[in-house]
């Protein structure tokens, strides 16, 4: 089975402070997605890297996220000032390739509360 | 736009019960379709995926889904629920490109 590695497992922040997390994706996996889930609601895509490179963000990511995959073996998600709305599971996800058929293999994710 | 939706937010079956869990989805073409499990402080795991060919698709742990394009449906089936499939099931869609859209889950609780 595919293993997504995601840590840390837990993270707690005061409003206004920086969070980060991290993602090592499957090995040979060159999509990498973040998604933010809410109450084990609808997850809500966040942004998109392929070989690397970010091809598709929100908006909020754009505004108030930083994102980089330095290397094919490492992503990271980082907020540079939270707030409230913030708080939430983020996962990450990879795959083979960017679409059709490849299937997305996800992390257990890293639980954010924003107090 | 595609869109999925999943119209039970809650299940509950009985263990033992057979089970059917909804999905409708909106696209005009025929998209590729997934359906994922997520247990308890873990990520999502595949159950089963669909493009073409019989309109059954087998899954793992006994999961069935049935694709019916003229109900632009693809609901998830199981005949004889264990305690252990209590989680929370999302029906997905990739329409072509990379984007998958998730529908919100339903919550399947098994009772004894």
């Known amino acids: 089975d595919a293993a997504v590695t995601q840590k840390p497992r837990y993270l707690i922040k005061m409003k206004g402070q920086e969070a980060e997390m991290k993602c090592i994706p499957e090995?040979?996996?060159?999509?990498v997605f973040w998604y933010q889930q809410k109450q084990s609601k609808e997850l809500k895509f966040l942004i998109y890297?392929?070989?690397?490179?970010?091809?598709?963000q929100i908006d909020m990511v754009k505004e108030r996220f930083s994102a980089v995959c330095p290397s094919s073996s490492l992503c990271s998600l980082g907020i540079r000032t939270c707030e409230a709305e913030d708080s939430a599971l983020y996962l990450c996800s990879s795959s083979l390739d960017w679409g059709g058929w490849n299937t997305l293999y996800f992390g257990a994710g890293t639980r954010l509360s924003v107090l | 736009a595609q869109s999925v939706t999943q119209p039970d937010a809650r299940v509950t079956v009985s263990e033992g019960a057979s089970l059917q869990l909804r999905c409708k989805y909106s696209?005009?073409?025929?998209?590729?379709l997934f359906w994922y499990v997520q247990y308890p402080r873990q990520g999502l795991q595949l159950l089963l995926k669909?493009?073409?060919?019989?309109?059954v698709v087998q899954g793992v742990n006994g999961f069935e889904a049935e694709f019916s394009k003229s109900n632009s449906s693809f609901h998830l089936r199981k005949a004889s629920v264990h305690w252990s499939d209590s989680a929370v099931y999302f029906c997905a869609l990739r329409a072509g490109g990379y984007k998958v859209v998730f529908g919100s889950g339903t919550r399947l609780l098994v009772s004894p």
């Open positions: 890297f392929q070989n690397q490179q970010p091809l598709d």
């Open positions: 696209y005009s073409g025929t998209p590729y």
């Open positions: 090995k040979g996996h060159t999509a």
């Open positions: 669909y493009y073409s060919g019989d309109p």
